[in-house]
């Protein structure tokens, strides 16, 4: 069963077309990475899942639901506020430049949300947030203001954050462009880790290591379009697609 | 002196309550100012416009005297209330832009992050965005607070008895001008004891950082 599913989506913005037509699908348990140059939509296609975006056309459905869907040029198919609201909650977004509330601990930046939207007791709240960050390793950070924490250890909360919720699908735009190459590895462990334990993923990333260790399948986007998709073995060692093969080569020269 | 002290009652009360007041109206301002919802922010723009764009004398006296023939059921006996009023008012619409540029300083992706977690606009507001623009309204809020605190002495003119109205009474009545130096020493103490509260406020508000 698929939990995001995606059908000829656009997006333009007023001068480009940053997602063109993009139709995927990603079932339970899967790992998908999409990789491609900069500026090929890649993020804008994940926040159009996430409703940090609006398409232009096209139909998203999450959990077999449909969540949006627009016609171009006809209004808006939309949820209620409440149903968009239930349906968004299904999915947890890491964001490249970790987002932390840096008003809030590292526990509370997780509790936050299970308190005000799930209605949790802050007991319970607290309890699940300081388990989550054991999990990614963050055992005495628990009172860390994310000021007093590194790029690493701030995506690292970020993570448990969005986990908290109890997504269906965890979403990752580009978590590791903006940390230190020493850092990267710290949290590409967590991810790792995550994707082992079951969890459906759809990454945005650079770290073709990742890609070719935890995905299920990558998908090579360009100028907005989906490129190649594939098995990561295959596409690695023999993209089809001639921007894909250009970009191979581009990233084996750095 | 003891009528000085009095008088300087008032004009703290004054200053406080008026500003205390304008706070509120000004968050609502500010919100209903980047509020996509025209209703909501063409009314602010235009409430922010006029009390900015007009005189604050003006307003006092307006308050005081204009108010009651157009409604004589508002008949604004105390001059205190006229004062509270006009004062609350034009300090709200000042309030309200500076609350709005700390609101809109804080990063964007503040209030996609709450999003992304299933929090309402208003609760991203409210619990994340907000509490972050506090320490940046402080310094223009305090720098406002003393304006107001040295403007109250505008209520000379509707005869409230505040710390200037006082002053120039009993300069005239002693035909002394000497009076008018403990009366600029206490505004000096005021302006002095609230720029330590602003700071220590402002202080608290940065811990996280």
Redo the contacts between chains.
């Keep these: 069963m698929s939990i995001i599913r995606t059908v000829d989506i656009c997006k333009s913005f007023t001068t480009v077309e940053a997602v063109k037509n993009v139709s995927l699908s990603v079932d339970q348990g899967e790992v998908v990475a999409v990789i491609g140059p900069s500026g090929s939509g890649k993020s804008t296609f994940l926040r159009c899942i996430n409703g940090l975006e609006t398409i232009t056309d096209g139909e998203i459905y999450i959990d077999e639901e449909l969540f949006e869907k627009r016609v171009k040029g006809h209004p808006h198919v939309r949820m209620t506020k409440e149903r968009r609201a239930e349906i968004l909650i299904k999915t947890g977004m890491v964001f490249q430049r970790f987002n932390l509330f840096p008003h809030k601990t590292a526990k509370e930046n997780i509790m936050l949300a299970p308190i005000n939207v799930k209605k949790k007791k802050e007991q319970e709240a607290a309890a699940q947030a300081e388990e989550l960050l054991v999990r990614v390793g963050l055992a005495d950070k628990f009172d860390e203001y994310p000021a007093r924490l590194s790029g690493g250890q701030q995506q690292r909360v970020a993570i448990a954050r969005a986990l908290a919720m109890e997504p269906e699908i965890m979403l990752f735009d580009e978590p590791t462009s903006a940390l230190d190459p020493e850092l990267v590895e710290d949290v590409l462990r967590v991810m790792i880790g995550l994707a082992k334990s079951g969890m459906t993923m759809l990454v945005v990333t650079h770290e073709m290591g990742f890609a070719r260790e935890a995905a299920d399948r990558v998908v090579f986007m360009a100028d907005g379009e989906i490129g190649e998709v594939g098995p990561p073995e295959e596409f690695f060692t023999n993209p089809r697609n001639p921007r894909a093969q250009q970009f191979m080569k581009s990233i084996l020269h750095q | 002196m003891p009528a000085l002290i009095k008088a300087t009652g008032v004009t703290m009360e004054l200053t406080v309550t008026s500003v205390l007041t304008a706070v509120g109206l000004g968050i609502f301002l500010a919100l209903a100012r980047i509020s996509k919802n025209p209703f909501l922010s063409k009314p602010a723009t235009a409430y922010i416009f006029f009390f900015r764009g007009s005189p604050l004398l003006i307003q006092l006296y307006f308050v005081y005297y204009g108010l009651p023939l157009i409604f004589p059921a508002l008949n604004i006996s105390s001059k205190f209330l006229a004062a509270y009023i006009a004062f609350s008012l034009n300090i709200a619409a000042y309030l309200a832009e500076i609350i709005r540029a700390a609101i809109q300083s804080i ?1 964007k ?2 209030m ?9 606009y208003g ?1 991203c507001m409210s ?2 965005v907000i ?2 623009s506090y320490r940046r309204m402080i310094p223009p809020v305090c720098n406002e607070f003393l304006m107001v605190l040295k403007d109250t002495s505008l209520v000379s003119i509707i005869a409230l008895t505040d710390l200037t109205f006082q002053t120039k009474m009993i300069a005239s009545n002693k035909a002394s001008a000497l009076v008018y130096i403990p009366s600029l020493a206490i505004y000096l103490v005021l302006t002095a004891i609230f720029t330590i509260i602003f700071n220590r406020l402002e202080k608290k508000f940065s811990e ?2």
């Design positions: 990063d992706g503040q996609e992050a709450g999003r992304s977690l299933g929090l309402s609760q619990l994340v509490p972050q996280y950082e």
